[in-house]
């Protein structure tokens, strides 16, 4: 059954990779939401002390791992200074221009 944890826990890994890549390799954090981010930082925390305290070790390293891509995603998005060509096209055709 703990299979099952572990393909959960690597999904989560696997989930943040192509955000993080983005904004670490494109400098750019469109539609990135610093107010959502850090609520589910502040989220991972809690849950962290709840499944530290009640010895449930595969939920602590799920949000040992949220809490260090939550972190990464928040501290990258706060470096990042532009909007790449993908996202310029997103934007334009949006506005209709
Ligand atoms: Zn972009």
């Given amino acids: 059954m703990e299979i099952i944890g572990w393909v ?10 192509p955000q993080i890549y983005h904004l670490w390799a ?10 959502m981010w850090s609520i589910w930082l502040v989220s991972s ?7 530290w305290f009640r010895s449930e070790m595969l939920f602590v390293i799920v949000q040992c ?3 260090l891509a ?13 909007i790449c060509p993908y996202h310029r096209g997103v934007t334009r055709d949006k506005s209709g221009e």
Avoid: E
């Avoid at 959960?8 to 990779?17: M, R, S």
């Avoid at 494109?26 to 107010?35: E, F, K, P, Y």
């Avoid at 925390?45 to 499944?51: A, I, K, Q």
């Fill in 8 to 17: 959960g826990t690597t999904l989560v890994i696997i989930a943040y990779g």
């Fill in 26 to 35: 494109a400098r750019c954090a469109w539609g990135v939401s610093l107010w």
């Fill in 45 to 51: 925390t809690f849950l962290l002390t709840y499944s």
């Fill in 65 to 67: 791992v949220n809490i």
């Fill in 70 to 82: 939550i972190a990464a995603t928040i501290l990258l998005t706060r470096r990042s200074n532009q």
